[in-house]
C-alpha cells in the first residue's frame, strides 16, 4: 500500500514540484493551500506523513504542527523560507520531526519522506509485548506489572499475597492443598506451618470478595484446599 503524504503549502508552485516529485517516487499525495483547512484535513483524515509549510493563510504551520502532535504520532516535516534557528527550535519543540530551510532540492525532500516513514514504520511495528493480564468478572491482576484492580479500584498486595492469588487464578478451576500452595508459593515445605497459607488467603479475600462469608474467587473446598472459581 502506497504511503499517503499531506503537502499543506500556500505556494502552489512549490506545492506542486513537490507533489510531483513525491509521486514519482510512487507516494500518494494530496495538498491543501489553507491552513484552516489543511488541519481540519490533517486531523480528520489518516495520512503516513504531514509536509507543513510555516507561513500560511488561516492558520499557521507551528499552531497545525501542535493540533496535530496533540492527537497524532505521524512524522511532520515543517518547511520554510525562515532560516532562524528560533523558528526551527520552536518548531521542533511542539513536535515536528524535521525543519527544512527553503530553498531545497527535491530529492532532498524525497529522501528525508523515505528516511522518517521508514524510521516511523520501525517504531510502530517494534514488537513489544503487551502486559499478561487476568481478567475474571470485575477483577483485573496485570502480572507483568504486579498490580491488581477490582473493580475498577486498584487494590494494594504485598509480595506473597500477589504471588498466592496470581498463582490461584493462572489455574482456575484446580483444588490445590495448602501444603501444595506453601511449597508453590515459598518454595520450602510447609513443615506445619500450613497456617501462612491461610492467613494469605483471608487477607486475599479481604481485599477481592464483596461478601468474605461467601466468595466468589477462591473457594475453600474443606479437607482439600482452595480452588480459583471462574
Not at 52 to 74: H, Q, V, W
Request: proline content about 3%; some cysteine; charged content about 35%.
Amino acid at each position: 500500500m502506497r504511503a499517503k503524504i499531506l503537502i499543506i503549502e500556500d505556494e502552489v508552485a512549490i506545492a506542486d514540484l513537490e507533489k510531483d516529485y513525491l509521486e514519482l517516487s510512487d507516494f500518494e499525495v494530496h495538498v491543501e493551500n489553507d491552513g484552516t483547512k489543511g488541519m481540519e484535513r490533517a486531523l480528520s483524515e489518516d495520512f503516513d506523513l504531514f509536509i507543513l509549510d510555516l507561513m500560511l493563510p488561516g492558520t499557521d504551520g507551528f499552531e497545525i504542527c501542535k493540533k496535530i502532535r496533540a492527537e497524532k504520532n505521524t512524522p511532520i516535516l515543517m518547511v520554510s523560507a525562515k532560516k532562524d534557528d528560533i523558528d526551527k527550535i520552536r518548531g521542533l519543540g511542539l513536535g515536528a520531526d524535521d525543519y527544512i530551510t527553503k530553498p531545497f532540492s527535491p530529492s532532498e525532500l524525497v529522501a528525508r519522506v523515505k528516511a522518517h516513514l521508514a524510521r516511523y514504520d520501525r517504531l510502530i511495528s517494534t514488537n513489544v509485548p503487551e502486559n499478561d493480564i487476568i481478567e475474571i468478572r470485575g477483577l483485573k491482576i496485570d502480572k507483568t506489572a504486579r498490580r491488581v484492580w477490582v473493580n475498577g479500584e486498584e487494590k494494594q498486595f504485598t509480595t506473597k499475597e500477589f504471588d498466592l492469588l496470581t498463582f490461584l487464578a493462572s489455574n482456575p478451576n484446580r483444588v490445590y492443598s495448602k501444603d501444595e500452595l506453601f511449597r508453590e508459593i515459598w518454595d520450602m515445605e510447609s513443615i506445619g506451618d500450613i497456617a501462612t497459607v491461610t492467613v494469605h488467603i483471608k487477607k486475599i479475600r479481604e481485599k477481592v470478595e464483596l461478601n468474605t462469608a461467601k466468595p466468589q474467587y477462591i473457594e475453600t473446598i474443606w479437607g482439600v484446599g482452595y480452588r480459583f472459581k471462574i
